[in-house]
């Protein structure tokens, strides 16, 4: 009878460690200081080379300083950013030589959702609340130091890496 009533009292205090956020990544935040996501870094100030190419003042106008972090993922691609999609052919038909899919994102969420769905008991039993994002998809995670050296040993130019721990 003691164990019955012993197992019965475990259960209980189990069970309340349920509910709470239910969702892979658990993003609250017990800080109360500023967001760090939030916060966009400003471009060097430079001194032009001639004054006259200074734009006019313009109290609502973009400054120079400003970041521009999709100009910059443009360049950094090696595409024109004043150019548009005309000029950045080169880029274009890189990232689609192997096709496109308009409906990718509706396709991978039906997806995930389908793999969540059938390991819906995932961290049925997480008492610390843990976040489960990384035990929900541990086995779909690359070994990086693996696909180094597969990618070095079939020729290709890879950079270095801290070593392995």
Not at 81 to 107: C, H, K
Not at 140 to 156: C, I, K, Q, S
């Amino acid at each position: 009878m003691r164990a019955i009533s012993l197992a019965v009292v475990a259960m209980l205090a189990l069970s309340a460690c349920g509910g709470g956020d239910k969702s892979l990544h658990s993003v609250n935040s017990l800080q109360t200081g500023p967001d760090e996501f939030s916060v966009l870094p400003y471009k060097p100030l430079e001194m032009p080379p001639s004054m006259a190419l200074l734009p006019p003042p313009n109290p609502n106008g973009a400054n120079l300083a400003d970041p521009t972090p999709i100009a910059d993922a443009i360049v950094a691609l090696g595409g024109n950013p004043n150019g548009g999609v005309a000029g950045d052919a080169a880029l274009i038909a890189q990232a689609t030589r192997y096709g496109t899919d308009g409906t990718v994102r509706q396709t991978l969420a039906s997806e995930d959702e389908r793999y969540r769905r059938t390991r819906r008991n995932l961290g049925l039993f997480n008492i610390f609340a843990k976040d489960r994002y990384f035990s929900a998809y541990n086995g779909m995670a690359l070994d990086p130091y693996a696909e180094l050296e597969r990618f070095g040993a079939a020729g290709v130019a890879v950079p270095s890496a801290p070593p392995q721990q």
